[in-house]
């Protein structure tokens, strides 16, 4: 039996996290192997680790967000040749549910995802997520397309808010999703963008991203700076890129007259907030949830990282070597300048 060692979730608690020697899947008709090289840890995996996951069953493996090399081929797959260097959309909605009808991929009820996934040297992609693999360019770094997935998620939140040619666009967060976000604003037409964080790190990166402004909200107002770019009116569109009740009431203050309010952030459960909610039938705002992606977007993105328009160097901030993931991942990613941490496969145990 062919081995290979893998990171498996047996449950919250940093001991329940593992490198094993397990089996290396086969693949089987239709199916593709790829080794995988690059592959993210991110917030959900730091939370799964320490308390546990809602829609996650022990034992498992973790890694959605992975980019690799074509290792084996099973039977009828003729279009990808070994040693291919690829990334693959981890999801597939089923295109025939009630969302799926109704063209709401990102809300399908019954999608085909990649279980297991990426933190292991081999991952086997099933039949149907065969269509969604992607080969990559030379010049592109595994971590930077592994970072597809994320990408798409903030594309359909930028669909979503309907940026324009000059608009005024609030960006609350400074983390990895906060300047994606403020990447593709720019390149949607706004001319102003206010991008409001706690990390001084991150908001000098958003300065050389392209942020007409950046606010220190531990030091100044973000509302009075708002005002005062905007003479009194508020911004077009706010995206909320934190994930705080706090954060979610501010948006609400920021726009303008029939702004356009777009809440990315997720929050643990049983979360509540308090906004004003005459701020939303006197001045029209629209307030609109943004949650996952559609295949199309998962193209979109990957074309975007490609071709270069979007800087991930800034973001992808971290690495941890695959020996020592289970003992150090979680304590990387809590670092207050870690934006994006990517895992390096080929540092093996
Ligand atoms: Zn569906």
Redesign the pocket.
């Known amino acids: 039996m062919a081995t290979m060692y893998a990171a498996v979730w047996h449950g919250p608690g940093q001991e329940n996290f593992r490198l094993e020697l397990i089996e290396r899947p086969e693949p089987g008709p239709g199916e593709v192997l790829l080794q995988v090289r690059r592959c993210f840890f991110c917030a959900m995996h730091a939370r799964a680790v320490l308390v546990g996951h809602a829609k996650h069953y022990p034992p498992t493996i973790f890694g959605r967000m992975l980019a690799g090399d074509v290792a084996s081929v099973g039977a009828n797959v003729t279009n990808l040749k070994l040693g291919t260097r690829v990334t693959v959309n981890p999801e597939r ?5 009630f ?2 009808l109704r063209q709401e ?1 990102g809300h ?4 085909i995802q990649l279980r297991p996934g990426g933190m292991a040297e081999f991952v086997c992609i099933p039949e149907p997520l065969v269509n969604g693999i992607y080969e990559l360019p030379s010049s592109i770094p595994y971590e930077f397309a592994a970072y597809t997935e994320t990408l798409a998620c903030v594309l359909q939140g930028i669909d979503l808010s309907g940026i324009t040619l000059s608009d005024c666009v609030v960006i609350m967060g400074d983390g990895g999703v906060g300047l994606t976000f403020l990447q593709l604003v720019r390149l949607r037409g706004a001319t102003k963008v206010i991008l409001a964080g706690k990390h001084e790190g991150a908001l000098q990166a958003a300065l050389r991203l392209g942020a007409s402004r950046v606010v220190n909200v531990t030091q100044d107002s973000l509302l009075e700076v708002v005002r005062e770019e905007t003479q009194g009116y508020g911004a077009d569109v706010a995206i909320e890129a934190v994930g705080s009740s706090h954060t979610y009431e501010q948006m609400l203050t920021l726009l303008r007259c029939g702004g356009t309010g777009i809440g990315f952030g997720g929050m643990p459960l049983g979360t509540t907030f308090q906004g004003d909610p005459n701020l939303i039938h006197y001045r029209s705002l629209k307030i609109l949830g943004s949650y996952r992606y559609s295949p199309d977007h998962f193209r979109q993105a990957l074309d975007l990282i490609c071709t270069k328009q979007i800087d991930l160097g800034p973001i992808v901030t971290h690495q941890v070597p695959f020996s020592s993931l289970t003992t150090q991942a979680v304590e990387i990613h809590s670092q207050p300048d870690c934006r994006a941490l990517v895992i390096d496969m080929d540092k093996k145990p």
């Open positions: 909605p089923c295109g025939t549910c969302y799926c991929f399908c009820l019954n999608p």
